[in-house]
């Protein structure tokens, strides 16, 4: 998944920041080159819930460093590290290149829905 480590949690969709506003209604989709998506579902409480390219479901906290948002996987294994990756000011239709936690360019798009 793309995303993750001053470290902020925010405890409130009203006291969130901006830029992650359209993210709370929506959903973040990343793109590999080879065509499988991913989705991202962030929480206002500082949580996400994830499905990753394969499917498979995952879930753990993120928090802002700056323009980035990281990630930091606690569910199916604690992950030893944090995934971090730029993120972009915008509602539905916004979209950015990226790397994927594996280095590979992805393309990040939010999405309408849940």
Known sequence: M????ALIAT??????PEVLQPAFK???VS???DGRQAKLWLNPDG????AGRRGKPSSGR???KGEEICLKQQRPFPAPFSYCTAVRRGGVGTSWTGKAVTGEQIRI???AGR
């Open 47 to 50: 949580t996400y819930r994830a």
């Open 31 to 33: 793109t590999y080159p």
């Open 109 to 111: 798009s939010v999405v």
């Open 62 to 64: 993120w928090t802002l």
């Open 26 to 28: 929506n959903t973040i």
């Open 2 to 5: 793309a995303a993750t480590a």
């Open 11 to 16: 405890p409130a969709l009203a006291t969130a």
